[in-house]
Each structure stands twice: as structure tokens, then as C-alpha cells.
Nanobody, 122 residues
Framework: VQLVESGGGLVEPGGSLRLSCTAS????????MAWFRQVTGKGREFVAS????????AYADSVKSRFTISRDNAENTVYLQMNSLAPEDTAVYYC????????????????WGRGTQVTVSS
């Protein structure tokens, strides 16, 4: 499975962005998907995850009520809608996939995209 993220960029505080992650290969619906983020010099931080069928989600406390993860299995794509962005959301955002069930531990994920930069600044 190859994952390609898009949608990052520069946004002012309070603004919104929608990240997309498109997967190649078959059987996208057999993978739980997640978004992580990383700031230079720190480890990857869990942001959000979604179950294979999209019915179950989980969020980091820091983004709950501001970010929404969703997926479209027909399009092999997972999304991260980010609202009310703050400077502390600045990071490289990575999409990740693992078979069956989602977790919050980056070490559990098998496939990773190359990341997309999100910068929140005025």
C-alpha cells in the first residue's frame, strides 16, 4: 500500500485546512487509517484514527472538537478536516495504515505516507 498526502499549507490562526491521503493498491477497506504529526526533534504524535468502515473514530485530546477524520472507501481516501487551527498545530502530518484495528501507537502502523507540512502562522 502506498499512501500520498495532500492539502497542507500555510494558514492563519483560526483558519481551516483539509488534508487528504489517497492509497494505491487493493483492499483499502481492510486497513484502519490514522493521522499522526511530527515537529522537528520530537516523536510522532497521534492525531486521529478511523476504523475500516468509518464508523469508529478516535482523537487526541488536543484536537478533539476541532478536527474530524473520515474516509471514502470507494475513493481509497482518508481525510482530516482541521478547523480552528492554532500555531501549536504546526507540524508535518502523516497518514498511516494498518490491517484490521486502529490504535494510537505509531509503532503499530505498517504503511506511511511521506507527510504534508501544515504551518499555522499570522
Amino acid at each position: 500500500v502506498q499512501l500520498v498526502e495532500s492539502g497542507g499549507g500555510l494558514v492563519e490562526p483560526g483558519g481551516s485546512l483539509r488534508l487528504s491521503c489517497t492509497a494505491s493498491g487493493r483492499s483499502f477497506s481492510t486497513y484502519a487509517m490514522a493521522w499522526f504529526r511530527q515537529v522537528t526533534g520530537k516523536g510522532r504524535e497521534f492525531v486521529a484514527s478511523v476504523s475500516r468502515d468509518g464508523t469508529n473514530t478516535a482523537y487526541a485530546d488536543s484536537v478533539k472538537s476541532r478536527f474530524t477524520i473520515s474516509r471514502d472507501n470507494a475513493e481509497n481516501t482518508v481525510y482530516l478536516q482541521m478547523n480552528s487551527l492554532a500555531p501549536e498545530d504546526t507540524a508535518v502530518y502523516y497518514c498511516a495504515a494498518r490491517l484490521l484495528y486502529f490504535t494510537k501507537n505509531p509503532n503499530d502502523y505498517t504503511y506511511w505516507g511521506r507527510g504534508t507540512q501544515v504551518t499555522v502562522s499570522s
